[in-house]
């Protein structure tokens, strides 16, 4: 059994990082969504409203569960068994980020390996802070975020009625 990690903070989980998690968990049998826990990042939703954001948005997938972490990566991905960690790039600006910390995880763990998946280009430009701005702005966000997200993002930023 193949067990393999997407990790991120997902402050918001997106119709972007869904894709990814959709496509890794049609590859893999068994997929974890890492919700990293670093407060010294100020999220704009605590842990455990992304930890239940993530978990709606993975309701119907069997092989998908959804643990929270804190730390470096490559240890939560060895403290479950994880032997794959995957990852997800929306344009060539992530690359080189993504890159370097490829090269960092492969020096401390040589035993993970990278699995890189493009998103799905209608999502290629969703970013979590881009959508936190739209929604601080009132505006819409239709076919970006799962509509649970949206609500949670408006309770955050009320304003009269997004303009969709």
Same mark, same amino acid.
């Given at each position: 059994m193949t067990i393999a990690v997407y990790p991120g903070t997902f402050d918001p989980i997106t119709n972007g990082h869904i894709d990814v $998690?959709?496509? /890794?968990s049609a590859i893999f049998d068994r997929l974890i969504v890492g =919700?990293? !826990?670093r407060p010294d990042e100020q999220?704009?939703?605590? +842990?455990?409203e992304r930890m239940d954001m993530v978990n709606k948005a993975v309701a119907d997938l069997p092989n998908v569960c959804v643990k929270s972490y804190a730390g470096l990566t490559v240890d939560f991905v060895r403290? =479950?068994? %994880?032997t794959v960690m995957i990852r997800g790039f929306r344009a060539s600006s992530d690359f080189e980020q993504e890159f370097a910390m490829a090269l960092m995880n492969k020096k401390l763990a040589p !035993? $993970?390996?990278l699995v890189c998946l493009i998103t799905s280009t209608e999502y290629q430009f969703l970013h979590s802070s881009l959508i936190k701005e739209v929604a601080e +702005? %009132? %505006?819409c966000l239709k076919d970006m975020v799962p509509d649970? =997200? /949206?609500i /949670? +993002?408006?309770r955050k930023f009320p304003k009269d009625e997004a303009r969709c």
């Open positions: $998690i959709n496509r /890794a =919700v990293y !826990d999220p704009l939703f605590s +842990l455990t403290e =479950v068994k %994880g !035993d $993970i390996e +702005l %009132g %505006g649970h =997200v /949206a /949670a +993002l408006k």
